[in-house]
RNA sequence: CUGCGAUUAUAAUUCCCC
């Protein structure tokens, strides 16, 4: 049982719940771990709400992991309604369905109704206390995070990392550049975030220096210090850096895909495109880049079109005003209140 | 009797928000 649990659980990492599923099916004995194994892989993958729900009403029993793999779904599918409703029933005293909770509230808004469950935990373990940092940092709360920083001593890399990021995203230059300094280590978290910060402000020397005193240069690493050089402008640079890193991912494409989006000549973005989906499945970041690189209609219709009929990707609203974009701009005017019509 | 042992909540790089 643990060890078909245990490779069920592996191929959940895979993202192939599917897959879990059957390997499930054909186990002769189950455990409640089994049973939460791949409630998990339906929890966190892109299943909708309605098969996780009913597999976790047809578990024979359950316990507060289960319960708590029900809260995150609905967390994830921003049920926030449902969620409160299942959390209130339960009134089991568990921090980590607090946490569910009270990050769900923070992350619609409810900055008060977060801090109110944070504040009734039991005890502070640094999860949660991480959590409510970045329920703060989410909402613009510097203040208030900074001081429930302090007011903690475990902090881990994580809690750095949260605090970070609060002052990165609130245009704080100069403090996020001794946080970054104060803190006790770095990993590819704090490093990638520090070299956007750098290149959002023009400091690229700044920003290629980090990126070579790092010692695991990761793909993400590398994912950043092209996007630091397609927004300063060094478009070359950025596709010899894409060109030369030691493997891609679909961040990476999206990525210089966005700078060669912004350059005068839009062809080289469309020729990054057809050459990226040979390797890669674009996503929505992709074709909004794409859209974004297209002056013409009838390009912009032929993506715009593609992104469903081949790519299954329905579209959103940042790719609706890039279509409208491209049709006011040429002077398109009923087609583009024909498509807000069709939102 | 004790310890260990598979499953749950928090941070990052591309688009959006700002």
Request: net charge negative; proline share 1%; hydrophobic share 45%.
């Amino acid at each position: 049982v643990i060890s078909s649990t245990a490779m069920l659980n592996s191929h959940c990492r895979d993202g192939d719940s599917k897959r879990a599923k059957e390997i499930f099916d054909a186990m002769e004995v189950r455990n409640l771990v089994s049973w939460n194994s791949l409630l998990s892989a339906f929890a966190h993958r892109d299943r909708e709400l309605w098969s996780v729900k009913s597999l976790f009403d047809q578990m024979p029993e359950r316990d507060s992991l289960s319960w708590n793999l029900m809260l995150g779904a609905l967390s994830r599918h921003g049920d926030l309604n449902e969620l409160k409703h299942l959390y209130c029933s339960r009134q089991e005293d568990d921090a980590v369905a607090s946490t569910i909770m009270f990050f769900a509230y923070a992350q619609t808004g409810h900055i008060i109704e977060a801090l109110e469950i944070f504040s009734g935990l039991r005890e502070i373990n640094v999860i949660s206390f991480n959590a409510m940092l970045g329920a703060y940092a989410q909402n613009y709360y510097l203040e208030e995070c900074k001081y429930l920083f302090d007011s903690f001593e475990k902090h881990d890399i994580v809690s750095w990392t949260s605090l970070l990021t609060a002052y990165a995203q609130s245009g704080h230059f100069d403090q996020s550049k001794s946080i970054f300094v104060s803190m006790p280590e770095w990993n590819m978290f704090s490093y990638s975030l520090m070299i956007k910060v750098l290149a959002q402000n023009r400091k690229l020397e700044e920003a290629r220096n980090l990126f070579d005193q790092s010692l695991e240069k990761s793909i993400v690493l590398w994912n950043a210090l092209i996007s630091a050089h397609c927004q300063n402008g060094q478009i070359l640079l950025a596709r010899k850096l894409f060109d030369s890193m030691p493997e891609r991912d679909l961040i990476s494409w999206n990525a210089i895909l966005a700078g060669l989006s912004q350059t005068s000549n839009p062809q080289h973005a469309f020729d990054l495109f057809h050459e990226m989906i040979f390797t890669e499945t674009p996503d929505e970041t992709s074709f909004a880049n794409i859209l974004a690189a297209c002056g013409s209609v009838t390009t912009a219709r032929s993506f715009f079109h593609s992104m469903l009929s081949d790519f299954n990707i329905e579209s959103t609203k940042i790719h609706f005003s890039a279509m409208i974009n491209v049709l006011c701009q040429a002077r398109y005017f009923s087609h583009a209140r024909e498509l807000m019509e069709t939102m």
